[in-house]
């Protein structure tokens, strides 16, 4: 009996993918990008600033006290020339204020908010939130001039408690009493909003937001406007924000002020 014929050796078929054992191969997947928010350059106000700011009023306030005490003299009559009261945006400024940045925002049908900062590229040194649907106030702004009162009880007979510090504030427009307003601190909201006006001096319009359709749908878009601010400080327990028209050749168009009593 013949022996069986050897079986031919098995060979390996090429394939135009195959690779060898020893390349290692990582997968790679084309995931999309997600929008990465961007990185908040927000910065600390500078109280020094208002330190600084604070010593040449007090020193005008003595200086004009003692000349209020000489004696009266009649000048002899003359014609002076006309000065130009708020020619340019830039010479628009109160006597004895601080010009600071000031954004309404909210939802057109939630309370609106304030921010104040020292500049658009600082964090908000004040919020309140105001007891007035944004829609509201810029309605009334639309028509004419608005008075806003924040009166708060005297609690702290030491005055250790700044005026802007105080939590909780009885609020009248144009002399309606329409309710509370709150002193809050910053939330992440707010700050999203701040950062995406670093950049903006002065303005208004709508601003894009991460709520869901049916939560901008019930409230509305986000609404801010953004302008120069005149802080005056009359005294520890009455302070004064002036909103200033862009052109300067009128008065503020907002006025808000908050009062301890």
């Known amino acids: 009996m013949a022996p069986p014929l050897p079986l031919p050796e098995p060979q390996m078929a090429s394939y135009p993918l195959f690779r060898s054992p020893s390349t290692s191969v990582t997968p790679t ?26 010593k040449p009023n007090k020193f005008f306030r003595r200086f004009r006290s003692v000349f209020r005490s000489l004696p009266i003299i009649a000048p002899t009559p003359c014609k002076m020339p006309a000065m130009s009261v708020g020619s340019s945006t830039d010479h628009n400024h109160m006597h004895g204020g601080i010009r600071m940045t000031g954004t309404l925002f909210g939802f057109r049908r939630s309370r609106i908010s304030l921010a104040i900062q020292q500049n658009p590229k600082c964090l908000p040194m004040l919020v309140l939130e105001l007891a007035i649907p944004t829609a509201k106030l810029l309605q009334e702004m639309g028509s004419g001039l608005v008075r806003i009162a924040l009166e708060c009880d005297k609690k702290h007979p030491s005055g250790k408690v700044k005026l802007i510090d105080e939590p909780l504030w009885t609020m009248y427009c144009n002399g309606k ?3 509370y307003g709150v002193k809050r601190d910053p939330s992440q909201d707010d700050l ?42 009359g005294s520890k327990d009455s302070e004064t924000f002036y909103m200033m028209n862009p052109d300067g050749n009128s008065g503020p168009e907002l006025s808000i002020f908050l009062v301890r009593i």
């Open 29 to 54: 997947t084309s995931t999309p990008p997600s929008p990465s928010r961007p990185p908040f350059s927000l910065q600390n106000p500078n109280s020094s600033n208002s330190k600084k700011s604070s």
């Open 192 to 233: 999203n909003v701040m950062q995406l006006l670093h950049a903006v001096s002065m303005g208004a319009g709508v601003l894009p937001t991460e709520r869901s359709e049916n939560e901008n749908m019930t409230e509305g878009e986000m609404t801010y406007m953004r302008a120069h601010f005149e802080r005056v400080t």
């Open 177 to 179: 009493k329409l309710g």
